[in-house]
């Protein structure tokens, strides 16, 4: 196996295990823990919030680490991860389990953050940009494997503590792999390469500078920092030589990602369009939450879909590992824009799938639309952002990160208090789906907004 393809294997094993299991594995595990815990829906949610909050802070944390302390950061991150994991086993508190599931939070941002940064490092320096887009399926198998393996303890009648101590376990043997992830000698010797973005580049990602030629606090990538908060990959999106309209000229000509603007009103309309894009990106973060966090309380609310529930689960996770280069598949024949509105529209479609149909059927038709669109939504609006930027597009993603981070730690409080409320998870499935919507319109408004 190549230096790149080790570094890209390595990365997807440190995503499932920060982020598929340290991150999402909340979700099935959820029931148990209700009734272990006795908890609320409502005290479930807040937990849950917790852990975006941590993600939150964690994501933008991570991007001050200097380049010299990145490793550093990764293991402790990863072993951080791994810590809290075990712990769940042991909490019963909501207190407690709030805390933990915060610092996970913490872990698992800095674990996308800095793992994204060192492939970025060895795929620039092995020519191999192209397998960027891969790292990301890591997220979505370690959602698969968190159904299989809280599947396979529940057959045999573990307990949610057990369970827990268990994933812990998997997450130990991937970070045996995530460990391994490091510039090869050879590699490391050699300068990094310059490569142009254009029709003639193996891929969007060529384009961005490697962390080896920054320092200073802001040196990590700007794509990496983004994903973190978005479990996506900003520069898996069009390429310049792929878009469309007068802002394809300045995108393709300037490899920073900031297109140059020459004239007051084109910048007023990128300006705006910019604004609506982070408003359609603030629902995205509160519409996709509340199902992605009680999916399988949702599936368990009918007992004869209960047996059904890991398989569900399982499906989020086998959606979302292909779907960044589906969606770069489509956006490169239709478009960026209007590739984000149809992903927004049939996330939408998926939440009250979810929820709203009489079949099972229907709650796999949402489970994978919800897989199979969040992290190719928040590549696409990554990097239109940074395409609509007219100054630092640190700044403009930084942005963007806190309006998804404040959607989704809003969406499973207000979706918890609602379904508890109510009786049911009908009505904050509705609000969620309608909050897509209307970041759908936005999105459209935005595209139109940045032609102006």
């Given at each position: 196996?190549?230096?790149?393809?080790?570094?890209?294997?390595?990365?997807?094993?440190?995503?499932?295990?920060?982020?598929?299991?340290?991150?999402?594995?909340?979700?099935?595990?959820?029931?148990?823990?209700?009734?272990?815990?006795?908890?609320?829906?409502?005290?479930?949610?807040?937990?849950?919030?917790?852990?975006?909050?941590?993600?939150?802070?964690?994501?933008?944390?991570?991007?001050?680490?200097?380049?010299?302390?990145?490793?550093?950061?990764?293991?402790?991150?990863?072993?951080?991860?791994?810590?809290?994991?075990?712990?769940?086993?042991?909490?019963?508190?909501?207190?407690?389990?709030?805390?933990?599931?915060?610092v996970a939070g913490v872990a698992s941002a800095f674990v996308l953050v800095q793992g994204s940064s060192i492939i970025l490092d060895?795929?620039?320096?092995?020519?191999?940009?192209?397998?960027?887009?891969?790292?990301?399926?890591?997220?979505?198998?370690?959602?698969?494997?968190?159904?299989?393996?809280?599947?396979?303890?529940?057959?045999?009648?573990?307990?949610?503590?057990?369970?827990?101590?268990?994933?812990?376990?998997?997450?130990?043997?991937?970070?045996?792999?995530?460990?391994?992830?490091?510039?090869?000698?050879?590699?490391?010797?050699?300068?990094?390469?310059?490569?142009?973005?254009?029709?003639?580049?193996?891929?969007?990602?060529?384009?961005?500078?490697?962390?080896?030629?920054?320092?200073?606090?802001?040196?990590?990538?700007?794509?990496?920092?983004?994903?973190?908060?978005?479990?996506?990959?900003?520069?898996?999106?069009?390429?310049?030589?792929?878009?469309?309209?007068?802002?394809?000229?300045?995108?393709?000509?300037?490899?920073?990602?900031?297109?140059?603007?020459?004239?007051?009103?084109?910048?007023?309309?990128?300006?705006?369009?910019?604004?609506?894009?982070?408003?359609?990106?603030?629902?995205?973060?509160?519409?996709?939450?509340?199902?992605?966090?009680?999916?399988?309380?949702?599936?368990?609310?009918?007992?004869?879909?209960?047996?059904?529930?890991?398989?569900?689960?399982?499906?989020?996770?086998?959606?979302?590992?292909?779907?960044?280069?589906?969606?770069?598949?489509?956006?490169?024949?239709?478009?960026?824009?209007?590739?984000?509105?149809?992903?927004?529209?049939?996330?939408?479609?998926?939440?009250?799938?979810?929820?709203?149909?009489?079949?099972?059927?229907?709650?796999?038709?949402?489970?994978?639309?919800?897989?199979?669109?969040?992290?190719?939504?928040?590549?696409?609006?990554?990097?239109?952002?940074?395409?609509?930027?007219?100054?630092?597009?640190?700044?403009?993603?930084?942005?963007?990160?806190?309006?998804?981070?404040?959607?989704?730690?809003?969406?499973?409080a207000a979706g918890g208090r609602l379904a508890e409320a109510t009786g049911s998870f009908m009505a904050p499935s509705v609000m969620?789906?309608?909050?897509?919507?209307?970041?759908?319109?936005?999105?459209?408004?935005?595209?139109?907004?940045?032609?102006?």
């Open positions: 196996m190549t230096p790149a393809a080790r570094a890209t294997v390595a990365g997807m094993a440190a995503l499932a295990l920060g982020m598929g299991i340290g991150r999402f594995a909340y979700t099935p595990l959820l029931p148990a823990l209700i009734a272990d815990a006795g908890l609320s829906i409502e005290a479930a949610g807040d937990i849950a919030a917790a852990n975006f909050a941590g993600y939150l802070i964690g994501a933008i944390a991570a991007t001050r680490v200097p380049p010299a302390w990145r490793r550093i950061a990764f293991a402790t991150a990863i072993a951080a991860s791994i810590l809290t994991t075990l712990l769940m086993a042991g909490l019963r508190a909501p207190v407690a389990l709030g805390l933990t599931r915060a060895v795929l620039a320096r092995c020519r191999r940009p192209e397998l960027f887009a891969w790292l990301y399926a890591g997220v979505g198998a370690g959602i698969a494997l968190t159904a299989v393996i809280v599947e396979g303890m529940s057959r045999a009648h573990a307990s949610g503590s057990a369970t827990w101590i268990a994933l812990g376990g998997a997450s130990l043997l991937l970070a045996v792999a995530a460990l391994r992830l490091r510039l090869p000698d050879a590699v490391e010797r050699a300068p990094a390469p310059v490569m142009a973005s254009g029709p003639a580049a193996p891929g969007p990602a060529a384009a961005e500078p490697t962390a080896a030629d920054r320092s200073g606090p802001d040196a990590a990538v700007p794509a990496a920092a983004a994903a973190a908060a978005d479990q996506s990959d900003p520069d898996a999106a069009v390429p310049a030589s792929h878009r469309s309209g007068p802002d394809a000229a300045a995108s393709a000509t300037d490899p920073s990602g900031t297109a140059a603007v020459s004239d007051v009103p084109q910048a007023r309309a990128r300006a705006r369009a910019l604004r609506l894009l982070t408003l359609a990106y603030g629902g995205l973060g509160f519409g996709y939450v509340i199902t992605a966090t009680f999916l399988v309380v949702i599936v368990r609310s009918r007992p004869d879909w209960k047996a059904w529930e890991m398989a569900v689960w399982f499906v989020v996770g086998a959606a979302a590992a292909p779907s960044n280069l589906l969606w770069l598949w489509v956006a490169r024949r239709v478009g960026a824009w209007n590739a984000m509105t149809g992903a927004f529209l049939m996330q939408a479609i998926g939440v009250m799938a979810a929820v709203a149909g009489a079949h099972l059927a229907w709650v796999f038709v949402g489970a994978a639309f919800l897989g199979g669109t969040i992290v190719a939504i928040t590549a696409m609006g990554l990097s239109s952002a940074r395409e609509l930027a007219t100054g630092d597009s640190n700044r403009v993603l930084g942005t963007m990160t806190a309006a998804f981070g404040i959607g989704q730690i809003a969406g499973p969620a789906a309608v909050v897509l919507v209307a970041s759908a319109v936005l999105t459209t408004l935005a595209a139109r907004a940045r032609r102006a």
